[in-house]
């Protein structure tokens, strides 16, 4: 009997693209957000992806002190690996984005593999009112972003991980980001098995097409051999589509409301774990099954929760 593929589901759970005013259901606080990464370890995710926001306008947060009030519990309530960004917001310097990875020495950390446009600016005319006006603000100055990820910065970020044992999320939203990937295994700056994440339908990065993602899994072969975990997030209405393909193709998949506020046409999702579950119909349809966090300990080659610096909820609580 031919054994059942292992599928590594990540949800992203706030991420720092969509806004309060975007969605009731956005997670903001830390209780909500908490609360969403439980939702989704229960619903099958094997990783959770963490942004930070403030409690009070929901504006993306990347202190080390907002990420304290949110892993500790994580820790505690799942036994997911967490994969804390550093990419942060578009809008801030790679020192800020920094300053959760080098506090708390996650497993797994997120990392950006390029410059390059990073248009928000065609959300706004999907809403009439905004409650807070640093949201149409951010979005209309994003016509006029480039999101920086120089070869300096991902050295810098590369560093810090490695000093701290910790692993690479590599976020590639066009060809030439895989090529940089490669450039710095080539330099001996990553070991191990590259987890690589490729974004599609972020405008300024590559599409949606499936000739899209066919060519960036194309690449990837060809640069990195098939010693690599391949995963995907589509960005909005694409989200499933490119999760089918993905897992159809052996690839690993993301979701969760960070990628996408939506379940289907004119329905909001209410939380990630609809996605994760929806994410289950798919991966069931082709013979898979769900990863857990330890098998995605096992193969992308993970330190364990147990070896990071994010205390446990005793010690966070103590003076």
């Not at 304290?68 to 578009?90: K, Y």
């Not at 480039?146 to 910065?153: D, K, M, S």
Request: charged share 25%; with cysteine.
């Amino acid at each position: 009997m031919a054994t059942r593929r292992k599928v590594i589901v990540t949800a992203a759970l706030t991420g720092a693209i969509h806004t309060p005013s975007m969605s009731p259901h956005l997670p903001v606080t830390p209780d909500e957000i908490v609360a969403e990464g439980v939702r989704a370890a229960r619903a099958g995710a094997a990783i959770l992806h963490v942004h930070a926001r403030d409690p009070e306008t929901g504006r993306p947060d990347q202190s080390a002190d907002a990420f304290a009030a949110i892993l500790p519990r994580l820790r505690a309530e799942t036994d997911c690996v967490i994969n804390v960004t550093t990419g942060g917001s578009p809008f801030m310097s790679v020192e800020e984005r920094l300053r959760p990875l080098e506090r708390f020495a996650p497993e797994l950390a997120s990392i950006n593999m390029g410059s390059m446009n990073f248009g928000l600016y065609g959300m706004l005319d999907r809403y009439d009112a905004f409650r807070h006006d640093w949201e149409p603000a951010m979005l209309e100055a994003s016509r006029d972003l480039a999101f920086r990820n120089t070869f300096h910065e991902i050295e810098t970020i590369l560093a810090a991980g490695r000093d701290r044992g910790t692993r690479f999320e590599f976020e590639c939203y066009d060809t030439a980001h895989l090529y940089t990937l490669k450039h710095f295994i080539d330099r001996g700056l990553y070991d191990g098995t590259p987890f690589v994440q490729t974004v599609f339908g972020l405008l300024g990065g590559i599409g949606t097409h499936p000739e899209d993602l066919a060519h960036m899994r194309r690449t990837a072969d060809r640069l990195l051999g098939r010693d690599y975990a391949w995963s995907v997030l589509g960005a909005g209405s694409s989200q499933m589509r490119i999760a089918a393909m993905s897992a159809a193709m052996g690839g690993h998949i993301r979701v969760g409301l960070e990628d996408s506020l939506w379940l289907g046409p004119e329905r909001l999702a209410e939380s990630s774990a609809q996605q994760v579950d929806m994410a289950r119909g798919i991966l069931s349809s082709l013979s898979c099954d769900f990863a857990t966090p330890d098998d995605a300990r096992h193969m992308l080659g993970l330190k364990g929760a147990a070896a990071t610096d994010i205390p446990t909820l005793e010690d966070a609580a103590a003076p």
